[in-house]
C-alpha cells in the first residue's frame, strides 16, 4: 500500500496572514434586466424561465451619487445624472442568469475577460461561452466533451486520469479556474454545478496569473440567487450509464437565498472492463444586505475510475520517422491494452468559498475572495509503454507505474474597483493583490512484473489480469514542495468616445517555490521568479453593435511547470517559458440575441522545455498562427446554434531534440476544425438538435511520427416537453457510427473514439 502523507500541518503564519487578509469587504450591483425568453428558450428551459420579480417601495428613498450608466451595448453612457431610487428589487431574488445576460446558449456580459462586469462585444480577445442550456442540450458532463464544440481548443487524452486540452497549440493540464481563482490539480471536473464555461484564448497573466499560455477555462458555478427551482434529472444509457442529478434552492426569506447541486454517476464504457463512480454535493448561500452581498458555498467531490490510457500505434521496419510517419493499431474500439483491474485512478476533491462585495456608493467597490481547496488524487495504470510499438511479430510491450499527488491550496483575491472620469474621458480602474499558499507531495512508484519494468503482451490479446508490484526506486519522484505567490495588479478600462475605447494593465507575480527531495535525505531546491506580465488593447466601434479590437499580451510559465510538484537541480537554473500573443479580430452582435466574431493571432511560446530522464535537454520554440470564425445565440426565435472554425498551424520553430525538429507541427493541433451545434423549437412540446464535428488529420505527439485520420462526427438529439413539469431528451453520440481516433497522449497512448451510442434523461420540476 502507497503511505499518503498528510500536509495539513505547513504553512501555519501563511494561514494566519491569509485569514487576516480576508477581511476586505464588498457588494452587490443593484439592478438587472430580464431578457424575454424566446420560443427556443421557453419551451425547454424548465427552471431558466425566470419568475415574476416582486417590487417593493422602500420606507425611505435612498439617494445614490450617480455612477457611470451602461448601455445594452456594454457602453459607457456620457452622462451620470442623480437621481432617487423610489423602488428597488427584493434583495432575496438577483437572477444568476440576468446578471451576465444569460439566455439560451448566448451569454452578453462577463467579468473574466477583464474583473469588471463588461459586454462581450468590449473584451479585446477571443472568448468562448458555453451556457448551462448548451451543456444540458449536448448533455455533456465532463470540460473535454464540452470543449470540441470551442474554436481552437482541443481535448488531450490526459493519461486517462485528468482534464487536459490544448488551446492555441498550448497543452495545458493547470489553467483550470472556478470563479476566477485556481483549481490546478490534475483531476476530471464534472459539470452538474456549472452556470457556464467560460474559455479565453491568449496569454491572460493580466488576469489569471501565471501559466494561461493557449488560454484557459473557467466556471462559472450556480449560485443561490433566489430564484425558486426544485429539478431532478435521472438519465440511462449506452454502456450501462446511469446519472441522477438534483438542483434545488430559493429565497429563505428576503435577504437569504441557498442552493444545493448533487449528483450521482456509475456508469460503464464502450471501452473494455473501463467503468466509473463519481459523485459530488455543492450547497451554496447568499446573504445580501443594502449594500454587502456574501458568497459562501463548499463542494465536495469524489471520483473512482478505470485509468484508460487506450491503444499503442503499428510499428514499422524501419522506425517510423515525421516524413513516414505510422498509424494507430488496427483493434477493435474496445480494446484495452495493460490490466484494467490494476489500472485505476481516485480522487477527492473538497473546496471552500467565500466572497464579499461591498459598494461605497461613491464610485468605488471591492470584492474579496477566499479559498480552500484540498485535493488527494491517487492513479495506477499497467498500459502499453514508448519502448515498443506494436511489432512486426504481433507483441506490445506493457508498463505499470503510480502515482500519489496530495494537494491543497490557499488563496485570497481582492479586487477594487473606481469608475470615475478625466474630462469626457471615462475610467473603470481594477487594481487589487492576490496571495496564495500551495502545498504539494507527490510520490511514484514504477511498477514490476517478475522483476522487469515491462511486459510483452500478444497484441491480438494484450488485456492481462496477472498482478503488477509497485517498488520505490530511487529515480522516482518523492517530493514535497511549497509554493507562495504575491501578485499585485491594476488595469485601466478607457472610454474616450462612444468610438474608441482602450484597455491596459500590468500584473506583477513573485513566483517562490521551494522542494525538498525526500529520496536523498530531505535536500532542497529553490527558484524565486518575479514576473511582469502587460496587457493592451484598443476597441473601434464604428457602430454600437461592432467592433474592432486588437491586442497584446505576455504570460510565463515558471521553471516547475504547469504542476510544480518537484524542482530538479536542472529546473532550478531554468528561466520561464514566455509567452507572447498578437490578435485582431472583430465581434458583431448581429441582433441582441445572436453574436458572430472572427479573430486572427500570432502566438510565440519561448523558452520552451524539453526534458528526458529528468535534465533539461534543450531549449525550444513554437509558434502558431490562427484563424477563428465562431456564431452564438438565436438565428431565429426557433434556432439557436452555436460553434465555428478554426484554423491552427502550430510549428516547432526551433529543433528541441533528436525527433522533436523546426518544421514539425505540434502534437494534437489539427490545421482545420470545423464544429456547430443547431437546436430547433418545433413547438412548446418537441425540439430537436444536430451537431457536426470536423478535425483535419493531426499528430499524436510533436515528434510527428503516429498520424491520426481526419473524421466527421455527427450527433444528434431529440427533445420533449409534456408540461411544466415534465421534459425529456434523447441524445445520441456519433448518428453514423464513424470509425475515428479522438485523441491521444503519446504515440502509445490513442483513444478511440465512441461507437454510436445512446443516453436518455427525464427531467422533473417540482
Not at 470551442?150 to 489553467?175: F, K, L
Not at 444545493?260 to 459530488?280: C, H, K, P, Q
Request: hydrophobic share 35%.
Amino acid at each position: 500500500m502507497t503511505s499518503r502523507t498528510s500536509i495539513g500541518g505547513r504553512g501555519t503564519a501563511a494561514r494566519k496572514a491569509f485569514l487576516i487578509s480576508t477581511s476586505a469587504a464588498a457588494i452587490i450591483a443593484a439592478g438587472f434586466c430580464i431578457a424575454e425568453p424566446a420560443i427556443a428558450q421557453n419551451a425547454n428551459s424548465g427552471a431558466s424561465t425566470l419568475p415574476p420579480v416582486q417590487v417593493d417601495a422602500p420606507s425611505a428613498p435612498r439617494v445614490r451619487r450617480a455612477q457611470p450608466q451602461r448601455a445594452a451595448s456594454g457602453r459607457v453612457a456620457r452622462t451620470r445624472p442623480v437621481v432617487p431610487q423610489p423602488v428597488r428589487q427584493p434583495l432575496s431574488v438577483n437572477p444568476q442568469d440576468a446578471q451576465s445576460g444569460q439566455v439560451g446558449y448566448i451569454t452578453r456580459n462577463i467579468s473574466s475577460g477583464t474583473k469588471t462586469n463588461t459586454a462581450l462585444l468590449n473584451v479585446p480577445q477571443s472568448v468562448t461561452v458555453l451556457t448551462k442550456e448548451f451543456i444540458r442540450d449536448q448533455d455533456f458532463r465532463s470540460i473535454g466533451e464540452a470543449v470540441r464544440y470551442v474554436p481552437g481548443v482541443v481535448p488531450h487524452q490526459g493519461e486517462g486520469n485528468r482534464d487536459d486540452v490544448v488551446i492555441r497549440g498550448q497543452r495545458t493540464n493547470a489553467d483550470f479556474f472556478i470563479d476566477g481563482i485556481r483549481d490546478d490539480v490534475q483531476y476530471f471536473r464534472d459539470l452538474y454545478n456549472t452556470q457556464r464555461i467560460e474559455v479565453l484564448k491568449g496569454p491572460n497573466a493580466m488576469i489569471f496569473g501565471r501559466g494561461g499560455g493557449g488560454g484557459v477555462i473557467n466556471r462559472v458555478q450556480k449560485e443561490a440567487d433566489g430564484v425558486p427551482i426544485r429539478e431532478v434529472t435521472v438519465q440511462g444509457g449506452s454502456f450501462d450509464n446511469k446519472r441522477v442529478t438534483i438542483d434545488t434552492g430559493g429565497a429563505v426569506n428576503e435577504n437569504v437565498a441557498a442552493r444545493i447541486n448533487a449528483m450521482y454517476e456509475n456508469s460503464g464504457s464502450y471501452r473494455d472492463f473501463v467503468n466509473l463512480e463519481r459523485y459530488g454535493i455543492n450547497p451554496t448561500v447568499t446573504i445580501r444586505g443594502e449594500d454587502t452581498k456574501v458568497k459562501l458555498s463548499y463542494e465536495y467531490l469524489h471520483d473512482d475510475r478505470t485509468a484508460d490510457r487506450g491503444i499503442p500505434a503499428q510499428g514499422t521496419v524501419p522506425a517510423p520517422t515525421n516524413a513516414r510517419p505510422t498509424v494507430p493499431f488496427a483493434t477493435n474500439a474496445s480494446t484495452f491494452f495493460g490490466n484494467p483491474d490494476q489500472s485505476y485512478s481516485k480522487q477527492d476533491v473538497h473546496i471552500a468559498n467565500a466572497v464579499i462585495d461591498h459598494d461605497f456608493n461613491n464610485g468605488l467597490s471591492v470584492k474579496n475572495s477566499s479559498r480552500y481547496a484540498n485535493y488527494d488524487k491517487f492513479y495506477q495504470n499497467v498500459f502499453p509503454t514508448t519502448t515498443y510499438f506494436v511489432d512486426s511479430s504481433g507483441q506490445a510491450s506493457i508498463s505499470a507505474y503510480n502515482n500519489l499527488a496530495q494537494r491543497e491550496n490557499l488563496f485570497n483575491q481582492t479586487d477594487w474597483t473606481y469608475k470615475t472620469n478625466t474630462g469626457p474621458v471615462l475610467h473603470t480602474i481594477v487594481f487589487g493583490t492576490e496571495f496564495g499558499r500551495q502545498n504539494t507531495f507527490s510520490l511514484r512508484n514504477t511498477g514490476q512484473f517478475n522483476g522487469s519494468p515491462t511486459r510483452l503482451v500478444s497484441a491480438s490479446n494484450p488485456t492481462i489480469f496477472e498482478p503488477w508490484s509497485f517498488p520505490h526506486a530511487a529515480t522516482d519522484t518523492n517530493a514535497y514542495a511549497t509554493l507562495d505567490v504575491a501578485s499585485v495588479y491594476i488595469q485601466d478600462q478607457i472610454e474616450v468616445s462612444r468610438y474608441l475605447q482602450f484597455i491596459g494593465g500590468v500584473r506583477y507575480d513573485r513566483f517562490d517555490l521551494t522542494s525538498q527531495n525526500l529520496n536523498s535525505g530531505g535536500t532542497s531546491e529553490s527558484r524565486v521568479d518575479n514576473l511582469v506580465s502587460p496587457r493592451a488593447g484598443v476597441i473601434i466601434k464604428p457602430v454600437d453593435n461592432v467592433s474592432v479590437y486588437g491586442s497584446y499580451s505576455i504570460s510565463y510559465l515558471p521553471s516547475a511547470g504547469d504542476q510544480f510538484s518537484s524542482l530538479t537541480p536542472s529546473l532550478a537554473v531554468t528561466v520561464p517559458e514566455k509567452f507572447i500573443n498578437n490578435e485582431v479580430g472583430v465581434k458583431w452582435d448581429i441582433h441582441p440575441r445572436l453574436q458572430a466574431s472572427a479573430a486572427i493571432y500570432d502566438l510565440d511560446r519561448e523558452n520552451q522545455r524539453f526534458i528526458e530522464n529528468g535534465q533539461v535537454k534543450a531549449f525550444g520554440k513554437t509558434n502558431t498562427k490562427g484563424a477563428e470564425l465562431s456564431l452564438t445565440g438565436y438565428v431565429t426565435d426557433q434556432w439557436q446554434v452555436t460553434g465555428g472554425y478554426a484554423y491552427t498551424d502550430a510549428r516547432i520553430v526551433d529543433a528541441s531534440s533528436a525527433t522533436i525538429v523546426a518544421g514539425n507541427r505540434v502534437g494534437l493541433v489539427p490545421l482545420n476544425t470545423f464544429t456547430m451545434w443547431n437546436k430547433y423549437q418545433f413547438n412548446e412540446m418537441w425540439g430537436a438538435g444536430l451537431g457536426v464535428i470536423h478535425y483535419d488529420d493531426f499528430f499524436a505527439t510533436s515528434d510527428d511520427t503516429v498520424k491520426l485520420k481526419a473524421f466527421t462526427r455527427v450527433d444528434a438529439a431529440v427533445y420533449f416537453r409534456l408540461d411544466k413539469t415534465w421534459r425529456a431528451q434523447l441524445n445520441i453520440e456519433n448518428l453514423f457510427d464513424t470509425s475515428y481516433y479522438a485523441t491521444a497522449d503519446a504515440p502509445n497512448n490513442i483513444t478511440p473514439g465512441s461507437p454510436r451510442a445512446f443516453r436518455a434523461s427525464v427531467t422533473a420540476n417540482f
